[in-house]
């Protein structure tokens, strides 16, 4: 029995629909032995999830950049996704983790010459950020010494996890990396600075996620008349800013008012947050009512 998991929910696992308890894997398998494989968290509220193409597309990406076959057309990956809601039982909010890895095969570094992907599927629920919005969140900045193509998101999470676990160890809530004294990202989210009412965000490329709230946050800037601009921000643009968020799927957009052990701007949620946050929430609201 693993704790905060029921074995009795439904996984998608190779084809078949099975409980978690009794899903099973080859040790074989190249994702465990290599983190060979890929992954996405698409978020879903009230069962409808929310910005699946963007999901979607950026799965394709993935398994195209790592050279996995993609067994599914965007609608069979569409219908499996809604499906796999369905059978969940879980009409709240949930989120449905996919994984894909290059399959089972003798271990041998080099890719094997016949090998179907394994595919992996399973909805869990997640409770929607509210306490967070109001107090935000503290963070320590840390070196980034993840790879260079963190543009994939690759199930070979250790350089991340190893991120998350300082913020543990400092007894803060994320930690903020930096490369060659510019900044990245979080350990599992995009990392956003206003400065003089300006939205700041590092440029899409190999060094960063893009995340599917990338896109969201440039939309909802252009809504909100805030400017918006992508470009390398230094330690020094960090520790100055006026205000600090951070995007993920299951976090949403959150307020970061402590950085370093010191208040970001005078230390509470700011404006251009306080706007975000209401564009994204309205948002939500219309795609659970389409
Ligand atoms: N993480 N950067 C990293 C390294 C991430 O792991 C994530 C998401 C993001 C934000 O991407 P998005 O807005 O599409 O969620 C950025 C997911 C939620 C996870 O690993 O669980």
């Known amino acids: 029995m693993i704790e905060g998991i029921d074995p009795d929910s439904i996984v998608y696992l190779n084809g078949d629909f099975v409980r978690l308890g009794e899903a099973k894997i080859s040790v074989l398998d190249r994702g465990f032995i ?6 996405d968290v698409v978020p879903a509220y009230h069962g409808k999830p929310f910005r699946i193409d963007g999901h979607l597309g950026r799965l394709e990406r993935s398994l195209a950049k790592v050279g996995i076959h993609n067994p599914f057309s965007r609608r ?16 709240g909010d949930c989120m449905v983790y996919i994984q894909v890895t290059r399959g089972v095969a003798k271990r041998d570094h080099a890719f094997p010459s016949h090998v179907s992907p ?15 919005r109001e107090a935000g969140l503290k963070a320590i900045a840390i070196e980034d010494e993840r790879w260079l193509r ?6 070979s999470l250790l350089g991340n996890v190893l991120a998350k676990q300082q913020a543990v ?3 803060v809530d994320e930690v903020i990396q930096f490369r060659d004294g510019f900044l990245t990202e979080g350990a599992s989210c995009n990392i956003w600075v206003v400065r003089d009412g300006t939205l700041l965000a590092p440029m899409r490329n190999n060094l960063i996620l893009e995340g599917i709230r990338y896109g969201l946050m440039e939309e909802l800037a252009a ?3 805030i400017a918006f601009q992508a470009r390398q921000i230094s330690c020094e643009e960090v520790d100055s800013a006026d205000e600090i968020m951070m995007t993920s799927a299951t976090k949403e957009v959150l307020p970061i008012v402590v950085f370093n052990g010191q208040p970001v701007g005078d230390g509470r949620p700011g404006p251009v947050f306080a706007k975000l946050r209401e564009g994204y929430d ?3 609201k219309a795609a659970e009512q389409a």
Request: charged share 25%; glycine share 12%.
């Open 34 to 39: 290599f983190g060979d494989g890929i992954y």
């Open 118 to 132: 394994s595919i992996f599927i399973m909805v869990s629920p997640f409770k929607r950020v509210q306490q967070e």
């Open 223 to 225: 809504q909100a008349g």
């Open 150 to 155: 963190c543009d994939i998101k690759s199930v």
């Open 169 to 171: 160890a400092a007894g």
């Open 282 to 284: 309205k948002a939500i």
């Open 76 to 91: 069979e990956w569409e219908k499996l996704v809604l499906d796999m809601l369905a059978r969940s039982g879980r009409g």
